[in-house]
């Protein structure tokens, strides 16, 4: 093996043993007083409202091009009546959760790796550092904890944006009533397909929130590096995302084998 590929090896097992104890640490400080509530506020305003017009939006044009992909194939096979339930099920468990969790990574996930490492680059934490203030607690911790707690709540509203949005596609179509397509939306839905499915984002949040801050916390190659921060979080913590939903998939039909449709 050439010099060349055994340092860009080191350097790989290296920068994955330092995010892992980089996570271990936000697990344990997450636990620990004192509690930054007001930082942690500030971050679910930031995260969760903010990121809301992307969620609704996405949900309501997915869920009108769903309908319109699905219905002319089941009205071929004389399915119609499946159109509400095929979109529900769906939505609550796949495209909802897992579509959610990649536009919080690319909007947030991208947007706290770039501004920790401008704060890096700036000398901000250094300064903050200076003042006695942990600043991993102050600075890191809160946006983790934020994400975890947001994703759940942004993915719950993208797939009754989803619903409504295919409700209203197929009513101006097919004319149906907005109690009929719900009673049909639900009938094959059971909690086990609605709750394990969003409670999984919260471990996507946890994901998006350590890669982000992990890429902008510890970079500091200055201005260069607030770039290389956004690319990183953006791109590493989708790409986690995904290899994380097909785990947990497997983990959730093990748990709930009536999830295995």
């Known amino acids: 093996m050439s010099p060349i590929k055994t340092t860009r090896l080191t350097k790989g097992l290296e920068q994955i043993g330092a995010a892992a104890l980089f996570a271990l640490r936000v697990i344990k400080d997450a636990f620990r007083a004192p509690y930054e509530l007001l930082c942690l506020w500030m ?40 159109i509400p339930g095929v979109q529900s099920l769906a939505f609550f468990i796949e495209i909802g959760p897992l579509l959610a969790a990649l536009l919080v990574a690319g909007r947030v996930g991208g947007g706290m790796g770039a501004a920790l490492a401008e704060m890096r680059a700036t000398e901000q934490i250094d300064a903050i550092e200076a003042l006695s203030i942990n600043s991993f607690k102050f600075l890191v911790v809160p946006r983790v904890v934020a994400c975890v707690l947001v994703l759940p709540l942004l993915t719950t509203f993208m797939d009754f944006c989803g619903l409504i949005s295919g409700f209203l596609s197929e009513h101006f179509l097919s004319g149906i009533s907005f109690q009929l397509y719900l009673s049909r939306a639900f009938r094959g839905v059971q909690w086990s397909n609605f709750v394990p499915p969003t409670l999984k984002t919260a471990a ?18 200055g201005a260069e590096g607030v770039r290389k921060a956004a690319t990183n979080s953006v791109v590493i913590s989708s790409l986690l995302v995904i290899v994380a939903d097909v785990v947990l998939v497997k983990l959730i039909f093990f748990m709930f084998p009536e999830n295995a449709l």
Request: glycine share 12%; hydrophobic share 45%; with cysteine.
């Open 204 to 221: 996507f949040g946890f994901i998006i929130g350590t890669v982000s801050c992990f890429y902008g916390y510890t970079i500091d190659e």
């Open 43 to 82: 971050e679910l305003a930031e995260q969760g409202w903010r990121s809301l017009p992307l969620i609704v939006s996405s949900g309501i044009a997915l869920g009108l091009v769903m309908t319109l992909h699905t219905r002319n194939e089941l009205i071929r096979f004389g399915a119609s009546a499946w």
